[in-house]
């Protein structure tokens, strides 16, 4: 039996993807996290095939946790699963060492194929995202600015293009008021930015603020 993790803080989410993954016998879920630092406590401490990891959850966001995964378990494969469209993550991920990337709008039967192709360590993308990777190897433009920021930096531009203020902001990703202060002066340096709302107009622009 292939023993997989289940982690999303939405029960309800949990329950389809279990009741999607109990169609084929030789899956099952073996676990379920809730949070960030749930998932790094069960992997720690229990043996799993793969870890089926939604990006954005409470405690610790899914960029950390599957760099944290992979750097304590480097043979572990993570699947990382998201209400985001592929634009957002799905390069930050493969980098980061993730064997996939599935949007939850996906059909059963990719997940299934997503997860038979991440446990025979192969990489999963989406055709539609393999087709505009490909069509971006011949290009030698310059990167649009938001694609120089750090993963946390990233999380955070996204995060005040939401709407979220500060204070929200810091205790979703567990950092302090300045630390989250120091972020955003960041971004908005690196993007030559300057103000919440040049954030919110650029976010839009390229496709950002979705899910």
Known sequence: ????????????????????????????????????????????????????????????????????????????????????????YAVRVLKAGASGYITK??????????IRAALAGRKYVSSSLAQDLASQLGKTG???PHEALSDREF???RLIASGKPKQAIARELFLSPKTVSTYRSRVLKKMGLKTDADIIRYAIENRLTGG
């Open 155 to 157: 999380s955070i531009l």
């Open 1 to 88: 039996m292939i023993k997989i993790l289940v982690a999303d803080d939405h029960p309800i989410v949990r329950r389809g993807l279990k009741q999607i993954l109990s169609e084929d016998p030789s899956l099952v879920v073996a676990g379920e996290a809730a949070d960030g630092p749930e998932v790094l406590d069960k992997a720690r401490t229990n043996d799993y095939d793969l870890v089926l990891l939604d990006i954005s959850m409470p405690g610790q966001d899914g960029l950390s946790v599957l760099k944290q995964l992979k750097s304590e378990k480097p043979d572990l494969a993570v699947l990382v699963m998201s209400i985001h469209p592929e634009n957002q």
């Open 105 to 114: 709008d996906a059909a059963p039967q990719e997940l299934i194929s997503a």
């Open 142 to 144: 310059e990167k649009l």
